[in-house]
């Protein structure tokens, strides 16, 4: 069993930026690719990042060089920095882990363990 906490969330500005942490407990993780989703009031959970367990990342075209996924193994944590924040990123942010560490998957189904989630506000 793996157990994920986000931190980090908050009220910024457009423009502005913010660092979500995931800290990962429990069964190691280190071999688990992990993903980052979003969640907005009224809408699906979307993917937004990916990193696998070898460090490669993948990302949604919406926020694409603005956001960086990276993961500290030997600290068992994942971030996701967050720059030139707008809007529409405004929605409760989840970690989640996929034991299969190798791919990087952008549907929910494929994860097997998930955070609370941090709730990201952006005003403009």
């Known amino acids: 069993q793996v157990q994920l906490v986000e931190s980090g969330g908050g009220l910024v500005q457009a423009g502005g930026s913010l660092r979500l942490s995931c800290a990962a407990s429990?069964?190691?993780?280190?071999?688990?690719?992990m993903g980052w989703f979003r969640q907005a009031p009224g809408k699906d959970r979307e993917f937004v990042a990916g990193i696998r367990w070898g460090g490669g990342t993948y990302y949604a075209d919406s926020v694409k060089g603005r956001f960086t996924v990276s993961r500290d193994n030997a600290k068992n944590t994942v971030y996701l920095q967050m720059n030139s924040l707008k809007p529409e990123d405004t929605a409760v942010y989840y970690c989640?882990?996929?034991?299969?560490?190798?791919?990087?998957?952008?549907?929910?189904?494929?994860?097997?363990?998930w955070g609370q989630g941090t709730q990201v506000t952006v005003s403009s």
């Open positions: 989640a882990a996929d034991r299969a560490g190798s791919r990087i998957a952008t549907m929910t189904y494929y994860y097997d363990y």
């Open positions: 429990g069964r190691t993780s280190s071999t688990y690719a």
